[in-house]
């Protein structure tokens, strides 16, 4: 079912949301590469609490990510003056996170599955029925975390890969997917 031209014209463009969710996933992400979930519980349960409510916002956006790209497939287009090997590794990269993410989304919930006791994402949400498996609950425990690093490297060969494209090739990649407050620097 088609919107009426006139909701369509008042909402963002694919690429405005797009752009939103990935900056606004920037420091979500940074945050989880940085403070673990040991880091927290030294200060209190409110920074438990906070980092939970965290990381439902952060599976949330990832699960919308990974949606839109099952509804529309990928947003992004290698560009004319990305050539090679680098224009072969475009696609796979912008993949490898979406599908990623998806894969942190999927094994945090399997930590949720595998517990011996009800884990709530953000104090409110329950993650799964707990099954009482502690042996596969730290398996999965440990897969999400190398998981996680892993993608943590991808992501900043990502942020590499974009930056080297503005400052070797001079195309529009950073502009495309910067805040617009931000062209100026570019």
């Known amino acids: 079912m ?52 965290f990381g439902l916002i952060f599976v949330t956006m990832a699960l919308v990510w990974t949606g839109d790209l099952l509804w529309r497939g990928l947003a992004s287009r290698p560009g004319p003056k990305l050539r090679g090997a680098a224009r072969a590794i475009h696609r796979p990269l912008h993949l490898t996170i979406i ?8 094994t945090g919930f399997l930590i949720g599955l595998t517990a011996s006791r009800i884990l709530f994402a953000g104090g409110i949400l329950p993650i799964a029925p707990p099954m009482g498996l502690p042996e596969a609950n730290r398996w999965v425990g440990t897969l999400h975390t190398i998981e996680f690093y892993i993608l943590g490297g991808i992501v900043a060969f990502h942020a590499a890969f974009h930056i080297w494209r503005h400052l070797r090739l001079r195309d529009n990649a950073l502009r495309i997917m910067a805040p617009r407050v931000l062209h100026r620097f570019l």
């Open 2 to 53: 088609a919107l009426p031209d006139a909701i369509r014209r008042r909402l963002p463009s694919r690429r405005t949301w797009l752009k939103a969710l990935h900056w606004t996933m920037v420091p979500f992400f940074l945050w989880f590469l940085i403070v673990t979930p040991g880091d927290v519980a030294r200060i209190g349960s409110w920074a438990v609490q906070l980092h939970s409510v």
């Open 99 to 106: 599908w990623g993410l998806f894969g942190v989304a999927l």
